[in-house]
């Protein structure tokens, strides 16, 4: 069966793509960006040197191009240049042939056109129709009306250039006679010279104004008709698209369902574009940048399902039920419910709605000298050296994990699904969601007071509201609790635990996160994967996330399993990637998805697996053929200006804004967060340690009534605790242990292991308790309610005064 040939993606005379080049037998085929412009094929190590450093160019219009098989082809100029070249798979080989070999024709005829234009009867391109003959015969006279106008031009400039010679002869004589009879014959020869010269050049104006005249006119008409061609081209390469299309699937109709193509099977082709969706969809869509092949051998790649699982019949496809369509199509039905569903925020009449603000003040520039910190913590313990808020934002850790609702629309739509896999998507791609705001993020924020908490009331815009609170200092723990008016409620513990690797530190968030949705009862849970702060001692610091997430249903025992892969200066991958799989009880997997977790995410049905041969690691790769991938979830774009203000989200710029009757403990309320905001820096860095030294001495006071509580023979004086051993049924916890509590307790020290103190329990949350689920078997904190009760009747008696 002959090869098909797909047109260029775009209809422009440029295209680029990654290509993989053959360079010796060390390396082998290594990846480049090749860039095909008027009749040359360039190419470069990465695009950024597109600007500057060209690694080869090759002339189509002398080449020779042969395909070899499925993904590999040459291009070869006579043995000078030869060009060894290997694509991601066969449709795009096919788009690279079409391109290619449209550009060489193309390049052929302009060079025949540059050979032909000395002729006096240049050649009539060949034409299809009377219309074409036509028109080229209407060229061909203006050209040759044009070229007579240039003949007079070219005529009338000798004639100036004569007269003008012998004008200027004349005047030379005529200065240098003298005053005599012959006087008047010399004024009459430059009279008559002159009146020639001015004749000549009047005619010359003439000729240049006529020729203007006919280029202008002729100029419009010429633009529309190759306007016209345009076009043209434009519905025959759309036309020949569509019919590769059709024989690319008649072609794998023809191989036979429950084969895949050698291609696919090919252990040297293992660089496709792995998990990813979009690569999948490269020849639905030619936008995608997912064609990327890995540098690690993937778990499973994924091809374009066969055309078959399109059709939609009353009958079973392969063993697949009817539910394949009825997935797809509540998908669609979801999201038009959303936007039509009455009960929508958007679709509400919004009664008094407040405007949020959309700037902050600019961030200051000051100089942050390292070493007028270090020199001031020479002989004092660690847990009186006050950190400066030049290394903090101006937001709390219970305002930054309520961020992770700004894109609770997902949690929205998962509550409209009818299908618990479907749903598993949207909560999988929330859980995604959430990193998205990090990317720029270096800033650190304040570590919460205990018991400081933090409201987000957006039940009137977005039909949810939220509760943090600090539950524990030592370890550091906050409870988040949120809940929607379209039936779901999130909640999660976070504790934090860092570590400091000389050039990175690495934060690993300790708990879970727990999603329930009322209409179907299914409960989530998933743990958060470990951030990692680059470049802490010297160069530019930057973010990346690493690790790995299994979102599971307790409910039905569906799973999603996410894949964060770190940023690797060697990985030919996408930077930020992640790809998961969404499988049910039985391991059987139903989505793919794929994208980055800075920007968007999508996912795709699968349709059919089967094992493929062993990787290069000896690992079995799984081959899933899935349908067209659709977006589930884009980053929002950031605010104006966003650079100067932290890189702070339109959600982040509304959450340290003050609002009337939250909280005491609030953290609107916190006075050197609400400083450093206010550019007041000096002033934020006094105010936290009085908020700090505050802290721990309230923590002491709690303590001594701890002490006081217990059982005479283990009661010990005041002075006892501050400057004696303290002995109790645990053990002795004496000064040394003493210190280490003092260590912990500093405000902005990094998280440790818990220390086994009989006090660190002493202190009960305010609006938590600590229980253990039954669904999931963890033990975390669960809002008690009676938070927006105390709110609607302004009772705050019960709060602790920490600010």
Same mark, same amino acid.
């Given at each position: 069966?002959?090869?098909?040939?797909?047109?260029?993606?775009?209809?422009?005379?440029?295209?680029?793509?990654?290509?993989?080049?053959?360079?010796?037998?060390?390396?082998?085929?290594?990846?480049?960006?090749?860039?095909?412009?008027?009749?040359?094929?360039?190419?470069?190590?990465?695009?950024?040197?597109?600007?500057?450093?060209?690694?080869?160019?090759?002339?189509?219009?002398?080449?020779?191009?042969?395909?070899?098989?499925?993904?590999?082809?040459?291009?070869?100029?006579?043995?000078? !240049?030869?060009?060894?070249?290997?694509?991601?798979?066969?449709?795009?080989?096919?788009? =690279?042939?079409?391109?290619?070999?449209?550009?060489?024709?193309?390049?052929?005829?302009?060079?025949?056109? +540059?050979?032909?234009?000395?002729?006096?009867?240049?050649?009539?391109?060949?034409?299809?129709?009377?219309?074409?003959?036509?028109?080229?015969?209407?060229?061909?006279?203006?050209?040759?009306?044009?070229?007579?106008?240039?003949?007079?031009?070219?005529?009338?400039?000798?004639?100036?250039?004569?007269?003008?010679?012998?004008?200027?002869?004349?005047?030379?004589?005529?200065?240098?006679?003298?005053?005599?009879?012959?006087?008047?014959?010399?004024?009459? !020869?430059?009279?008559?010279?002159?009146?020639?010269?001015?004749?000549?050049?009047?005619?010359?104006?003439?000729?240049?104004?006529?020729?203007?005249?006919?280029?202008?006119?002729? +100029?419009?008409? =010429? !633009?529309?008709?190759?306007?016209?061609?345009?076009?043209?081209?434009?519905?025959?390469?759309?036309?020949?698209?569509?019919?590769?299309?059709?024989?690319?699937?008649?072609?794998?109709a023809f191989r036979g369902a429950t084969v895949l193509p050698p291609s696919f099977s090919n252990p040297a082709l293992g660089n496709k574009a792995g998990v990813s969706?979009?690569?999948?969809?490269?020849?639905?869509?030619?936008?995608?940048?997912?064609? &990327?092949?890995?540098?690690?051998?993937?778990?499973?790649?994924?091809?374009?399902?066969?055309?078959?699982?399109?059709?939609?019949?009353? +009958?079973?496809?392969?063993?697949?039920?009817?539910?394949?369509?009825?997935?797809?199509?509540?998908?669609?039905?979801?999201?038009?419910?959303?936007?039509?569903?009455?009960?929508?925020p958007q679709s509400l009449e919004l009664e008094s709605v407040r405007q949020r603000r959309t700037r902050i003040p600019d961030k200051p520039n000051y100089y942050l000298n390292l070493w007028s910190i270090m020199k001031n913590c020479i002989g004092k313990e660690l847990s009186k050296i006050p950190m400066p808020v030049n290394f903090n934002e101006p937001l709390s850790m219970l305002q930054r994990l309520s961020e992770d609702l700004e894109y609770y629309d997902l949690l929205d739509k998962a509550a409209k699904c009818q299908s618990s896999l479907e749903q598993m998507c949207y909560v999988a791609a929330f859980t995604v969601s959430s990193y998205s705001t990090t990317v720029y993020r270096t800033g650190k924020p304040f570590n919460p007071l205990l018991g400081e908490t933090f409201e987000l009331d957006r039940l009137k815009e977005c039909g949810y509201r939220s509760l943090c609170e600090q539950v524990s200092h030592h370890p550091p723990a906050a409870a988040h609790h949120a809940i929607s008016e379209k039936g779901w409620s999130l909640r999660q513990e976070i504790t934090l635990a860092s570590k400091f690797r000389g050039k990175y530190l690495s934060i690993m968030p300790l708990g879970s996160i727990q999603c329930i949705f009322e209409k179907s009862n299914n409960h989530y849970s998933w743990k958060k994967v470990t951030t990692t702060v680059h470049n802490i001692i010297v160069g530019k610091l930057w973010i990346d996330q690493s690790g790995e997430i299994d979102v599971v249903n307790h409910r039905t025992g569906d799973r999603c399993h996410l894949k964060f892969a770190p940023y690797s200066y060697f990985s030919r991958d996408v930077p930020r990637k992640v790809t998961g799989v969404v499988t049910d009880k039985d391991g059987k997997a139903h989505y793919v998805l794929s994208g980055t977790w800075d920007e968007k995410m999508e996912f795709s049905r699968v349709m059919q697996s089967s094992k493929?041969?062993?990787?290069?690691?000896?690992?079995?790769?799984?081959?899933?053929?899935?349908?067209?991938?659709?977006?589930?979830?884009?980053?929002?774009?950031?605010?104006?200006?966003?650079?100067?203000?932290?890189?702070?989200?339109?959600?982040?710029?509304?959450?340290?804004?003050?609002?009337?009757?939250?909280?005491?403990?609030?953290?609107?309320?916190?006075?050197?967060?609400?400083?450093?905001?206010?550019?007041?820096?000096?002033?934020?860095?006094a105010e936290k340690q009085r908020l700090e030294e505050k802290q721990r001495t309230t923590r002491r006071e709690r303590e001594r009534e701890a002490v006081t509580a217990s059982t005479p023979e283990e009661a010990v004086t005041e002075d006892s605790i501050n400057d004696s051993p303290l002995k109790t049924d645990?053990?002795?916890?004496?000064?040394?242990?003493?210190?280490?509590?003092?260590?912990? &307790?500093?405000?902005? +020290?990094?998280?440790?292991?818990?220390?086994?103190?009989?006090?660190?329990?002493?202190?009960?949350?305010? =609006?938590?308790?600590?229980?253990?689920?039954?669904?999931?078997?963890?033990?975390?904190?669960?809002?008690k309610g009676g938070y927006w009760e105390a709110k609607e009747q302004g009772k705050w008696d019960m709060c602790p005064d920490i600010f």
């Amino acid at each position: 069966m002959s090869e098909p040939k797909p047109p260029t993606p775009t209809p422009g005379d440029t295209y680029k793509g990654w290509l993989f080049k053959w360079t010796n037998y060390i390396k082998g085929y290594q990846r480049r960006w090749f860039v095909l412009s008027n009749g040359l094929l360039s190419y470069y190590r990465t695009q950024a040197e597109m600007g500057h450093t060209c690694r080869g160019t090759i002339n189509l219009a002398t080449a020779n191009i042969a395909v070899e098989d499925y993904c590999n082809f040459v291009i070869s100029n006579g043995g000078a !240049q030869t060009y060894h070249l290997k694509a991601n798979s066969e449709v795009e080989r096919q788009r =690279w042939i079409t391109a290619l070999e449209l550009a060489k024709a193309k390049a052929v005829h302009m060079q025949a056109e +540059s050979d032909d234009s000395g002729d006096d009867c240049p050649a009539v391109p060949p034409s299809s129709g009377q219309g074409g003959g036509c028109r080229n015969s209407e060229v061909q006279s203006t050209l040759r009306t044009l070229n007579s106008k240039v003949e007079d031009l070219t005529t009338c400039n000798d004639l100036i250039v004569k007269h003008g010679s012998a004008l200027q002869r004349s005047l030379s004589e005529l200065e240098g006679i003298r005053i005599g009879g012959d006087m008047g014959e010399k004024i009459r !020869q430059v009279t008559e010279r002159a009146t020639l010269f001015r004749i000549t050049s009047n005619a010359m104006i003439n000729a240049c104004r006529d020729f203007l005249s006919l280029a202008q006119s002729h +100029s419009k008409r =010429w !633009q529309k008709a190759l306007q016209v061609e345009r076009d043209q081209r434009i519905r025959l390469e759309e036309t020949l698209e569509q019919l590769a299309k059709q024989h690319n699937h008649l072609e794998r109709a023809f191989r036979g369902a429950t084969v895949l193509p050698p291609s696919f099977s090919n252990p040297a082709l293992g660089n496709k574009a792995g998990v990813s969706g979009k690569g999948d969809a490269s020849d639905e869509d030619d936008d995608n940048e997912f064609f &990327d092949a890995m540098e690690d051998p993937a778990e499973f790649i994924t091809v374009p399902a066969d055309p078959k699982y399109h059709r939609r019949s009353g +009958s079973n496809v392969s063993g697949i039920s009817n539910e394949t369509g009825m997935d797809d199509q509540s998908i669609n039905f979801d999201e038009q419910s959303l936007a039509s569903n009455p009960e929508s925020p958007q679709s509400l009449e919004l009664e008094s709605v407040r405007q949020r603000r959309t700037r902050i003040p600019d961030k200051p520039n000051y100089y942050l000298n390292l070493w007028s910190i270090m020199k001031n913590c020479i002989g004092k313990e660690l847990s009186k050296i006050p950190m400066p808020v030049n290394f903090n934002e101006p937001l709390s850790m219970l305002q930054r994990l309520s961020e992770d609702l700004e894109y609770y629309d997902l949690l929205d739509k998962a509550a409209k699904c009818q299908s618990s896999l479907e749903q598993m998507c949207y909560v999988a791609a929330f859980t995604v969601s959430s990193y998205s705001t990090t990317v720029y993020r270096t800033g650190k924020p304040f570590n919460p007071l205990l018991g400081e908490t933090f409201e987000l009331d957006r039940l009137k815009e977005c039909g949810y509201r939220s509760l943090c609170e600090q539950v524990s200092h030592h370890p550091p723990a906050a409870a988040h609790h949120a809940i929607s008016e379209k039936g779901w409620s999130l909640r999660q513990e976070i504790t934090l635990a860092s570590k400091f690797r000389g050039k990175y530190l690495s934060i690993m968030p300790l708990g879970s996160i727990q999603c329930i949705f009322e209409k179907s009862n299914n409960h989530y849970s998933w743990k958060k994967v470990t951030t990692t702060v680059h470049n802490i001692i010297v160069g530019k610091l930057w973010i990346d996330q690493s690790g790995e997430i299994d979102v599971v249903n307790h409910r039905t025992g569906d799973r999603c399993h996410l894949k964060f892969a770190p940023y690797s200066y060697f990985s030919r991958d996408v930077p930020r990637k992640v790809t998961g799989v969404v499988t049910d009880k039985d391991g059987k997997a139903h989505y793919v998805l794929s994208g980055t977790w800075d920007e968007k995410m999508e996912f795709s049905r699968v349709m059919q697996s089967s094992k493929g041969e062993n990787g290069t690691e000896g690992k079995q790769r799984t081959v899933y053929q899935t349908l067209k991938a659709k977006e589930i979830w884009t980053k929002n774009p950031l605010p104006e200006g966003a650079e100067n203000m932290y890189y702070f989200s339109s959600l982040a710029l509304t959450l340290n804004e003050f609002e009337e009757g939250v909280a005491p403990t609030d953290s609107r309320r916190r006075p050197d967060q609400r400083l450093m905001e206010d550019g007041r820096w000096d002033e934020a860095n006094a105010e936290k340690q009085r908020l700090e030294e505050k802290q721990r001495t309230t923590r002491r006071e709690r303590e001594r009534e701890a002490v006081t509580a217990s059982t005479p023979e283990e009661a010990v004086t005041e002075d006892s605790i501050n400057d004696s051993p303290l002995k109790t049924d645990a053990g002795e916890t004496g000064t040394e242990a003493n210190e280490v509590s003092d260590e912990t &307790d500093t405000e902005d +020290s990094s998280p440790h292991t818990p220390v086994a103190c009989p006090h660190q329990e002493n202190y009960q949350a305010l =609006w938590f308790e600590k229980l253990d689920d039954p669904v999931s078997g963890e033990t975390l904190h669960v809002y008690k309610g009676g938070y927006w009760e105390a709110k609607e009747q302004g009772k705050w008696d019960m709060c602790p005064d920490i600010f």
